[in-house]
């Protein structure tokens, strides 16, 4: 299996960390984020990884070039952004891919069975795939429905769930055909592929997920995985 890894986000929400590191630096315990990616992939029979980099990328080579911790038989590449490309924009970069691409968010901790989301893709002749787990977010406000003034239901502070992107996906080389000139963000790719009339699906876990994207965020996984911020 190939993996793409979308790292060359600035982070602007990690910041302090961020202010010195680049966002897939940034330690989960005694371990970067993308450490942490590369063990799950090799775990999953991933045997080549490109990652695409922007800021601050020459310091996550060199660390990862004297840290010397990409497990054995994980082969990296790695693919320079001269300028941010987006989420989906970003993966030109990576060459010659003529098979099922798998991409993953660089800012994403998860034990998500990738073999079984790969049999599930095929299964339905997707030209693309989303990992989705069930999310809850919590209001703060009373919601009132109605119709024409008239009040039919009202609930103070409710959860609303719903099934969220877990920043995992997998690519057939039509959907990266689908790339347009310049600049594209995940949505717009996904849009564009259902105007196209090609097949997206949303592959369902409930497999462990953090997404590692501001601080709060950070703070809940070191909580939930056990584990004590570096320094």
Known sequence: MRAGVLAGGLGTRLRPYTTILPKP?????????????????????????????????????????????????LDVHWQREDEPLGTAGALRSIPGVDETLLVVNGDIITDLDLRAMLDFHRSQAAALTIASREAEVATELGVIEHSGGVVADYREKPVLRYHASMGVYMYEPRALAALPTGPCQFPELVLELLQRGERVCAFETDARWHHVGTLAQ???ALRVLGVTSAG
């Open 25 to 73: 630096l940034v330690p989960v315990g005694d371990r970067p984020i993308l450490e942490l990616i590369f063990l799950w992939l090799a775990r999953n029979g991933v045997g080549r990884v490109d990652v695409c980099i922007g800021h601050l990328g020459e310091l996550i080579q060199t660390y990862f070039s004297e840290a010397r911790t990409i497990p054995a038989g």
């Open 218 to 220: 950070h703070a809940e």
